[in-house]
């Protein structure tokens, strides 16, 4: 089956850097993958669909500036938190569709962000 | 805009017993896929089930199935013969066209179970 593998499972890093995500679909090619945000015991929260290629969707109230999205290939987006701050703590998970399947999605197994 | 309301956020089941879970869901298109995923301690997101709109055939998936009421919009997951395992944050989430072919969650439901 599709697999979506991301790392780094778990960061911490200081008030202030950045911190880079990557999700990579490894057997199959994907055109678009979608960033989550979750917190403790709540749902997924849609945050940006990431196009290869071209530039990132972003939901309404996300900040473009403060989450980075590149998906320079048909495997591989990448997140970016810039100028991370704790309010930026979370866990986050990046899904993609293999299209040869029957319209599922396949999640990466998240990464939980702590800044201190 | 589609959205995915699940009622029950907590459920409890005992061990080996059947459990139910309620999924509705509010849309104006006709072709759509829904689904169920489980979220286990361990955060990653697994699918469950999936039903296509179109088919009017319940899906099943070994001791996982649906009650699929189109035009009630409705999505329930049944869970026969429980076990520990099954124990885990249980999503259904709804597949646009129209939105772009984004998810849309409900905000879930825990399920324990019980020994």
């Known amino acids: 089956g599709a697999v979506v593998s991301q790392h780094p499972s778990r960061v911490i890093c200081k008030s202030g850097t950045s911190v880079k995500i990557e999700c990579r679909s490894l057997?199959?090619?994907?055109?678009?993958m979608f960033w989550y945000r979750q917190f403790p015991k709540q749902s997924l929260m849609l945050m940006a669909t990431s196009n290869e290629g071209s530039k990132a969707t972003y939901e309404q109230g996300v900040e473009k500036d403060k989450f980075l999205i590149n998906h320079a290939s048909l495997t591989l987006s990448t997140l970016t938190v810039t100028s991370a701050h704790p309010e930026d703590s979370s866990f986050y998970i990046c899904s993609a569709r293999d299209v040869r399947g029957l319209g599922g999605y396949t999640f990466g197994s998240g990464t939980r962000l702590t800044v201190v | 805009a589609q959205t995915v309301t699940q009622s029950q956020p907590e459920m409890s089941v005992q061990e080996a017993e059947t459990v139910t879970l309620s999924c509705t869901y509010d849309?104006?298109?006709?072709?759509?896929?829904l689904f169920w995923y489980k979220q286990p301690p361990s955060r990653q997101m697994i699918l469950v089930i999936r039903?296509?709109?179109?088919?009017?055939q319940n899906a099943t998936e070994n001791r996982f199935s649906v009650n699929f009421q189109k035009a009630a919009k409705s999505f329930s997951l049944k869970i026969s013969d429980s076990q520990l395992g099954d124990a885990a944050m249980y999503f259904c989430a709804y597949l646009s066209r129209e939105y772009g072919n984004k998810l849309v969650f409900g905000a879930g439901t825990i399920l324990r179970v019980k020994s």
């Open positions: 057997d199959f090619q994907a055109t678009t």
């Open positions: 849309t104006s298109e006709s072709d759509y896929y």
């Open positions: 039903q296509e709109a179109y088919k009017q």
